[in-house]
Structure formats: C-alpha cells, structure tokens
C-alpha cells in the first residue's frame, strides 16, 4: 500500500511545500508492501515514539524496548482490548542506524489483505498517525541519511522494468550522482571566490572574460554541467516505458 503510493508521491522535499516541524517530529506507521494478498506483508512504525507504540501492539517474551538493535523477535500483534490479530515478527532499528535516522520498527506479519490492515490500525491506535505518500523517505532525507539525488533514486529503483534503468538507479542511490553534483558545486564557489577576489576582467570591445584562470574554470564547469544534463536525458529514456510499433 505505502510503496505504491510512493510511486506518485516521492517526494515532498522537492517541492516548494514548507516542511511542517511538528508533523516531523510525529511518530508514522504504514504498510510497506504493495497491495493484495502474499505470503508476507511489512508494516513499518518511525518516529521518536515508534518503540513505544511497539510496545503496545506486541506481546512476545520480551517487550521492542528490550529488543537488541536490528534482531527479529517472534510474537503476536494484539489489539488495544487484547485481542490476538496476527502472529509476526518485529524487528527494532535504533536511531541513527535505520533507514529513516528515527527509530524504526519493522513488523513482518502475514500478508492477507484485512490482517495487515489490522496491524496497521492497532498500530495507529496506539499512537501513530498514518504515514503520507514518500514520508519514510522524505525524513531519511532529512535526517541527512541520504542526499537529494538519492531519494529520488529509491523511485527509479521501485519503476525500474530493465538491467540499464536499474543499474542507473542503483548508482544514483550509491551517491555518485549526488557526489558529482557536489563537485560542481565547489568547483562554482571557487569560480566566484576567484571573481571575488580578483575582480571580472572583462574585455570591453568583445564582452568575453579575459582572465584565464578564470576563463578555464568557467569553461570546465560548463562542460561538466553540459555532460550530466546530457546523461540526465539519458537515464530518462533508461526509466521510461517503451512502446514499439513493427508495421509490415
């Protein structure tokens, strides 16, 4: 349910939306797999209160808030009156090591339709609130587990229909998109500390720089610039669906 609907939604960071502070520091629960019915279903809880809200929902020979970090714990997910709805396995990530940055909890419950629905709902009655669209990543964003070009990558990856489109979404997701990005970047704070510094020499007669050094930086970031746009439209045509019409 929730990865399908980050596949419309990923991510608000990248709009010009403000960021609600509040709704930030909120504790959010969704289910993580796609819709239907399957063997296993994933329900995930992030937030400062998600082991807390564990600790409500699972019954098991220890409670989350004992759970060593990243361990799986066989137990039963039961509803605010008590009553048994799934049995599962839960597994804690303690902050700053998730995939979030918050503390994470993950419950692994069988994958009926109904069942995982009533997982999420016990866990929404204890206290967290249901996860927007891109909301899981929008705070490992934010929490400065991953840069901008990477959050973006976790949508390719999840659209990706062919070896190219997923090694070039694997890539991005590694950071080498966001590393290169970031060199373009220095290499323009240079450029205009340079100008800062020593002044635009500009010719009068033909409008063009005429200091080389400055004139080689310029020209170097232009190239880079030019290169990744190109590679930009390129890995568009990787993600995009093809249709091919062979007439006779």
């Known amino acids: 349910m929730h990865r399908s609907a980050e596949e419309s939604a990923l991510i608000r960071s990248t709009s010009s939306e403000p960021i609600d502070s509040a709704a930030v520091s909120e504790t959010i629960a969704a289910i993580s797999t ?10 995930r809880i992030s937030g400062a209160n998600a082991i807390s809200v564990a600790d409500k929902v699972f019954r098991g020979k220890k409670e ?5 970090s990243h361990v799986q714990h066989f137990g039963e997910i039961v509803s605010d009156s008590g ?28 994958g009926g ?5 009533k997982v999420l709902e016990a866990c929404l009655r204890a206290g967290a609130r249901a996860a927007r669209p891109g909301e899981f990543t929008e705070r490992a964003f934010l929490n400065g587990k991953m840069d901008l070009t990477q959050a973006e990558a976790v949508i390719d990856l999840i ?3 062919s070896d190219l489109a997923l090694r070039s979404a694997t890539e991005q997701l590694e950071g080498k998109l966001g590393e290169k990005i970031s060199n373009i970047r220095q ?16 010719s009068l007669s033909s ?16 190239r880079q610039v030019n290169m990744h746009r190109g590679l930009f439209g390129e890995s568009q045509g990787f993600s995009a669906a093809l249709t091919i019409v062979l007439v006779q």
Do not use: K
């Open 34 to 43: 796609p819709v239907g019915e399957g063997a296993i279903a994933v329900v």
């Open 113 to 117: 339709t109904l069942v995982t629905a």
């Open 207 to 222: 409008g063009r720089l005429i200091d080389d050094l400055q004139v080689n930086r310029h020209a170097v970031v232009w």
């Open 83 to 110: 009553e048994l709805i799934d049995q599962v396995m839960m597994s804690i990530h303690r902050r700053p090591e998730s995939y979030t940055g918050d503390d994470l909890v993950e419950i692994s419950c069988h």
């Open 187 to 202: 290499a323009l704070i240079d450029l205009l500390a340079s100008i800062a510094e020593g002044g635009l020499r500009i």
């Open 159 to 161: 659209r990706a229909r």
């Open 64 to 68: 989350p808030s004992r759970f060593a």
